[in-house]
């Protein structure tokens, strides 16, 4: 007879997330894991495999806690006007400096910049998620209280580009650039975009 899971796998993805997001892939031991997911070795392995497939589960974890809100935000209908919603997002990135100190950037930019070229799988997810947020754009932008009257490949274009200039604010917070310097280059981005 199996013996029960003696720790809540949720919970345990949580606190591998924060250790490889804080470290990266490559600078996280499987020590600093199990101190901070507070397991014993064998149940890692029985859980997750390996280190890497523990990543991957992570970097799922991050798809759940961070990317599908922000895209809910995105598409979200509660707020009628899509470049609210856009600015909301955006500011989301301001806010994490200035009240939390948050410096790590974001987890699945630091990914695909990091691990993607190396493993099939990570690319495979950070495309996936890369893909959700430009259609969260997409449908924001779908969304303008003052539409351009904007074809169909000028939208996607519009939502890449917006999709490059978040991702890059989150490389500028973990570059170590003042929040003062993020605010100028989000509003700047989204004077540029018509959305401010």
């Known amino acids: 007879m199996a013996r029960p899971r003696e720790f809540d796998v949720e919970d345990a993805l949580n606190s591998a997330l924060q250790v490889f997001w804080t470290k990266g892939y490559e600078g996280t031991g499987i020590t600093d894991l199990l101190e901070a997911m507070q ?56 806010l994490a400096v200035e009240d939390d100190n948050d410096r790590r950037g974001c987890f699945l930019c630091n990914t695909a910049v990091d691990q993607a070229s190396h493993d099939p799988d990570v690319w495979k997810a950070c495309q996936q998620m890369m893909g959700e947020m430009v259609q969260g754009f997409y449908c924001a932008l779908k969304d303008l209280e003052d539409p351009e009257g904007q074809d169909e490949e000028v939208l996607e274009t519009r939502a890449m580009s917006l999709n490059v200039a978040y991702n890059g604010l989150r490389v500028m917070v973990k570059s170590g650039y003042s929040p003062s310097d993020i605010r100028k280059t989000s509003e700047r981005t989204l004077t540029e975009f018509g959305l401010l």
């Open 39 to 94: 397991i014993a070795r064998g149940s890692l392995y029985k859980a997750f495999g390996d280190k890497r497939n523990l990543y991957l589960s992570a970097l799922k974890q991050y798809e759940k806690n961070c990317i599908e809100p922000a895209v809910q935000l995105l598409r979200g209908k509660e707020i009628s006007d899509g470049g609210q919603r856009i600015r909301m997002l955006f500011e989301t990135i301001i």
